[in-house]
């Protein structure tokens, strides 16, 4: 039950980012012989220009969860925070010497183009992932406020906040950059499992204070409409697909959002009494 529930909570996590940003950058598991059998490298991964991350997830069934006392709940984070960095490493570490070997992996994107084509887009992890982050996905049925420890190569949130990160940045390589931006500042921008809008905020402030660009004010009203959405991705389809036909992703050029994060607020945090958005400037 409890790795069945695990299996859901992945897809959902790499659908998550595939919906709310562009699903050609996230990408399906690839597989890799081992002794002992066929095993994963990672629950998914982000693969945007030159950069890319290696999704790890971690879900606790309802059932279960639900049993804990505080303190397991706690402790089960904790524990699996730091098994999932590990895993993580060992990831990177698996495709990295797939690299050395001449025989580096393939994946999937998640929804690929077809195009003109009948067959999957594949694409070559050969560029080098030594410095991509690790990003852990917590899900708890108790969502415990826990503090966790200070990692430099793994950023953790729990599946409530990655899906309201997602849904307002909108954009794999803004949620790259994000990512980035925590793992730099450190301890500075620590915050308990569960909070991720007040550092979102606190890095979105400072940005602003740095910059003499004029911030544009974040608008959320093409998340409810349906149309526009279906517009954007056919006129995506039409002009990236020359370029995403590429196999082998460390050569392929990919266009790059220049947005700040400054543009990006939580709307969760701005709601209005009637469920409106309130447009808020940093």
């Known amino acids: 039950m409890e790795n069945t529930y695990g299996l859901t909570v992945e897809a959902r996590v ?73 895993q993580g490493r060992g990831s990177k570490r698996t495709i990295s010497l797939s690299q050395a070997n001449h025989k580096p992996l393939i994946a999937i994107p998640a929804r690929p183009l077809l195009l003109e084509e009948t067959t999957p887009l594949q694409v070559h992890l050969d560029a080098d992932c030594t410095g991509w982050p690790i990003i852990v996905v917590i899900d708890h049925p108790k969502n415990p406020t826990v503090t966790l420890p200070c990692y430099d190569d793994a950023f953790c949130i729990s599946l409530n906040d990655w899906q309201e990160l997602n849904r307002h ?47 544009t004010e974040t608008s959320f009203a093409a998340a409810f409409d349906p149309g526009a959405i279906a517009v954007y991705r056919q006129l995506l389809e039409k002009t990236w697909g020359p370029m995403i036909r590429c196999r082998s992703f460390g050569s392929r050029t990919i266009a790059r959002c220049s947005t700040t994060l400054t543009t990006f607020l939580w709307q969760f945090r701005h709601m209005s009494d009637d469920g409106s958005s309130t447009v808020m400037s940093c």
Not at 184 to 194: A, D
Not at 207 to 213: G, I, L, R
Request: glycine fraction near 10%.
């Open 169 to 215: 940045l909108r954009s794999i390589h803004a949620l790259l950059r994000y990512i980035r931006h925590v793992l730099e500042s450190g301890m500075n921008v620590g915050v308990p499992l569960g909070c991720e809008f007040h550092r979102f905020e606190s890095l979105a402030t400072y940005e602003a204070s740095q910059t003499k660009d004029v911030i």
């Open 14 to 86: 790499r659908d998550i980012a595939a919906a709310l940003g562009i699903p050609e950058f996230v990408y399906r598991v690839p597989l890799v012989s081992k002794a002992s059998g066929v095993r994963e490298v990672g629950d998914g991964l982000l693969l945007c220009g030159g950069g890319g991350a290696v999704l790890q997830v971690k879900a606790r069934s309802r059932r279960a969860g639900l049993r804990d006392s505080e303190e397991d709940s706690r402790n089960w984070v904790l524990k699996h925070v730091a098994r999932a960095a590990r």
